[in-house]
C-alpha cells in the first residue's frame, strides 16, 4: 500500500460517519484501508469505559454501538490522551501510525503524535491542523490510505455521503478540497 496517498472527510456525527463507512462498504472500498478518528466521551450521565474483550477494544456509553462496530470492522483500536486533544478514539490503520509516533517520539515541526500519525499516510501539515480543530469541536475523521486508484475510488463515494469537509492528499500536496 502506497501510504502517500489518501483521502480524508470530516463528518458532524458519528450517524454521517457511520453512514458513510456503510457506502465505502456498499462501494466495495478494502476496509483495512480505513481508519476513524474521533472523541466519543459525551456521555449526558451516561457511564464511559473502554476495555479489552479479547481480540478487541469494547466501549460502552452513549455512543457504544458506533465505536464497538468500528472496532468489530476495521484492524486495530485504540484509545489515546493526546495534548491539546483530549481523549481520542481511532479504529483503522492510523492507529499503528499514531502508535509509531508515540513510541519513536516522533514529532514533525510542531506535530504531536495525531499529526505525526497523519503526516505519516500523505497530509500535509497545514491540513493536520483543520483536523485537529475538527476533533476538537467533537467531529469525525474517516481516513482511507492507499494506491491512488484506491483513494480514488474512496473520494468518490465519500463525495456523495457530504462530509462537512473532505480532501484528497497525494504526497505532500492536497489536490482538491471542499471546505
Not at 6 to 17: D, G, K, P, R
Not at 52 to 75: E, I, Q
Not at 76 to 87: C, K, R, T, Y
Request: a negative charge; aromatic letters at 10%.
Amino acid at each position: 500500500m502506497s501510504k502517500s496517498n489518501s483521502v480524508v472527510a470530516v463528518y458532524s456525527t458519528h450517524t454521517e460517519a457511520d453512514q458513510a463507512v456503510k457506502e465505502l462498504q456498499r462501494g466495495g472500498v478494502d476496509l483495512h484501508k480505513l481508519s476513524i478518528v474521533g472523541k466519543g466521551y459525551h456521555t449526558d450521565e451516561h457511564a464511559v469505559g473502554y476495555y479489552n474483550a479479547g481480540d478487541r477494544m469494547k466501549y460502552w456509553g452513549k455512543v457504544g454501538a458506533f465505536w464497538g462496530g468500528f472496532w468489530g470492522l476495521l484492524f486495530g483500536s485504540a484509545f489515546f490522551m493526546i495534548p491539546g486533544l483530549g481523549p481520542i478514539l481511532a479504529a483503522g490503520p492510523i492507529v499503528a501510525s499514531i502508535v509509531g509516533a508515540i513510541e519513536g517520539a516522533v514529532e514533525v515541526g510542531a506535530l504531536g503524535a495525531l499529526g505525526a500519525g497523519l503526516f505519516s499516510i500523505g497530509v500535509p501539515k497545514d491540513s493536520i491542523v483543520k483536523y485537529e480543530a475538527a476533533l476538537r469541536t467533537d467531529q469525525f475523521l474517516l481516513i482511507v490510505s492507499g494506491t491512488a486508484a484506491e483513494v480514488a475510488k474512496a473520494k468518490d463515494i465519500i463525495e456523495t455521503t457530504h462530509p462537512a469537509q473532505f480532501s484528497l492528499h497525494s504526497g505532500e500536496v492536497a489536490a482538491a478540497a471542499k471546505a
